[in-house]
């Protein structure tokens, strides 16, 4: 069974930077996309990022939008996050994710339901 395991995950003071990664295992997938969620306590799991592997095109939410660097190697099915200038907004739980179906127009990403795989999520706090 194919698995994503994250790593990276900490507490950082506001402003400060933390770089999460993600590595799958196990039973191999050919992944489209590969992308990242967050969900922090009593709201929805929300998109924060996503890199597609034929084009390397990225998009991202308006919330990390100039702050956040998705890179990734789909082919290794590999995805990091770089997060600078973290603000404690962005306290949550980080899931990464890998679709197996490609889509043309970005956003289509932006639902969790589009994404097959996921991890186990890792926990970034940012202190204000």
């Known amino acids: 069974q194919a698995r994503l395991v994250e790593s990276g995950g900490g507490l950082v003071q506001a402003g400060g930077s933390l770089r999460l990664s993600c590595a799958a295992s196990?039973?191999?997938?050919?992944?489209?996309?590969m992308g990242w969620f967050r969900q922090a306590p009593g709201k929805e799991r929300e998109f924060v990022a996503v890199?597609?592997?034929?084009?390397?095109?990225?998009y991202y939410a308006d919330s990390v939008k100039g702050r956040f660097t998705i890179s990734g190697d789909n082919a290794e099915n590999t995805v990091r996050l770089q997060m600078n200038s973290l603000k404690p907004e962005d306290t949550a739980i980080y899931y990464c994710?890998?679709?197996?179906?490609?889509?043309?127009?970005?956003?289509?990403?932006?639902?969790?339901?589009?994404?097959?795989?996921w991890g186990q999520g890792t926990q970034v706090t940012v202190s204000s």
């Open positions: 890199i597609k592997g034929n084009t390397g095109s990225v």
């Open positions: 994710a890998a679709s197996t179906s490609y889509y043309s127009w970005n956003f289509y990403y932006e639902e969790k339901e589009k994404f097959d795989y």
């Open positions: 196990g039973r191999t997938f050919s992944s489209a996309a």
